[in-house]
């Protein structure tokens, strides 16, 4: 049995830039309900948090496993839906792992703007797309600052 409920399934550019052509990747928000792991007495985790080792800190619940917020949420794409050697029920590479009160507080487009940093990867942000005459196109990336 998964630990993780799918809160969402949405369409992101495959590598975090829309830009004609682009391929599109689903991305999926799974969270860990409150219950999972808790220190709370009756929650059946009195022996300890079996996801400690990959989830963050596990939260007190009242007497019927429910908090104000989820335990965490990870945000994954479909290649990183699988266990590691350690645990069965850690993802492999997810995209982002949040808190669920960060994941709760944060707006959309905060959101929106960490999953496409993290699709991008190491590359800078796309600023333009330049339509050449001859069909092909250019793109123009963000130039990086030095800090």
Known sequence: MSIYATLWKLKFPKEGDFIHGCEWIEVIAQAVPAHVGSPTPGCGYED??????????????????????????????????????????????????LTGEEYARMTFDELHQRICGALRAN????????????????????????S
């Open 123 to 146: 590359r800078s942000p796309v600023v333009a797309q330049v339509l050449l005459p001859d069909g092909t196109h250019k793109i123009i990336r963000a130039k990086r600052s030095r």
């Open 48 to 97: 300890g948090d079996p996801c400690r080792a990959f989830l963050p800190p596990a939260v007190e619940t009242d007497a019927e496993g429910d908090a104000p917020f989820h335990r965490a949420v990870a945000i994954v794409t479909e290649h990183s839906i699988k266990g590691t050697e350690r645990s069965g029920q850690e993802f492999a590479s997810p995209l982002l792992l």
